[in-house]
């Protein structure tokens, strides 16, 4: 008799509390989990029907509320549309039309994985050929293996990266300036490029690297556009057989105007660039420019800048 007295009374609390467990129950669904028992998207948050204004480098935009993110997956194995998970790149041969050049110029751009399915802006890296090569002599070096290969390990951003011709004579006869092809490049290339894709046209975005020939004018359009092309990358600048003006000598443009924020040089310590390449860097550093010189084993030929292509990359670009 006793413990039936003591069940008598233990029914109703069970029943309240059950009674209470249900009416929260449309809360609790409408909270994240659907009446089956399975995940749904959660409630709307109060800023959700705002402009995204996150802008594509992840800094908010001034004067916007960001869109509070409150989706739940419901598969492991899906993903929100805006992850990539692909590494390779991918290849266009265009031209653009000529700024001094008279005819159109060739170039090759090498797309980021996913460039077409991401609706965003990529900063730029443009590569320069060396003498006598032509637009295809980067990826000769090994350049499309060196980015899949960052982007399969993951240790690089997605960027674009373009490798114009330098057309004849504007290659090897002028040295800078008005008519030269520092003005083909400034007032052509990068314009066409900024039209054209999906690109970051301002801030700290473009970066510009040579080989040889190329070299010399990666440093020449560099040290005198810091402005427009803050990163600046040379491997074995041809600096022994350039005969450029003073003002267009990368030697002397060290004291006059803002030089790019990176600049990374390189060459081989059998190189016949080598002897120009470490005293340039020796005048950066007794002007107190930060830059980075790298020297390897290696001649003026393609195996010892392949070797040295994905230190390149990871340097100019690893924080974008």
Wanted: hydrophobic share 35%; aromatic share 8%.
């Amino acid at each position: 008799m006793q413990y039936r007295n003591i069940i008598v009374l233990f029914l109703p609390l069970v029943f309240a509390v059950s009674l209470a467990a249900c009416q929260r129950m449309p809360s609790t669904a409408a909270d994240g989990e659907d009446t089956n028992g399975s995940m749904t998207n959660l409630a709307p948050s109060p800023t959700e029907d705002l402009e995204d204004c996150t802008d594509l480098l992840r800094d908010v935009k001034p004067g916007c509320v960001p869109r509070t993110s409150t989706e739940f997956v419901t598969n492991p194995t899906e993903l929100p549309a805006h992850i990539c998970l692909e590494n390779s790149v991918h290849l266009e041969h265009t031209s653009y039309p000529g700024w001094i050049n008279p005819d159109s110029v060739p170039i090759l751009i090498y797309l980021p994985p996913c460039y077409n399915d991401l609706d965003r802006r990529f900063p730029v890296l443009y590569l320069l050929h060396g003498k006598p090569q032509g637009e295809n002599h980067w990826q000769i070096l090994g350049v499309e293996s060196a980015l899949e290969d960052a982007y399969r390990d993951d240790t690089l951003p997605p960027f674009i990266v373009v490798m114009p011709r330098q057309p004849e004579p504007l290659f090897s006869s002028t040295d800078g300036g008005p008519g030269s092809y520092e003005d083909e490049f400034i007032n052509g290339l990068v314009p066409f490029m900024d039209r054209t894709y999906r690109t970051i046209a301002q801030g700290d975005s473009r970066g510009l690297a040579g080989v040889s020939r190329g070299g010399v004018w990666a440093l020449e359009i560099g040290f005198r556009n810091g402005d427009i092309i803050p990163r600046v990358g040379a491997l074995s600048p041809a600096l022994n057989v350039n005969y450029a003006r003073p003002e267009y000598d990368p030697f002397g443009l060290i004291l006059l105007g803002e030089l790019p924020s990176k600049i990374f040089l390189m060459s081989g310590d059998t190189d016949s660039a080598f002897e120009k390449t470490l005293e340039l860097s020796e005048a950066l550093h007794e002007a107190d420019i930060e830059h980075e010189y790298v020297s390897v084993s290696g001649n003026h030929e393609s195996s010892t800048w392949r070797g040295i292509l994905p230190e390149l990359l990871h340097s100019l670009t690893v924080d974008w």
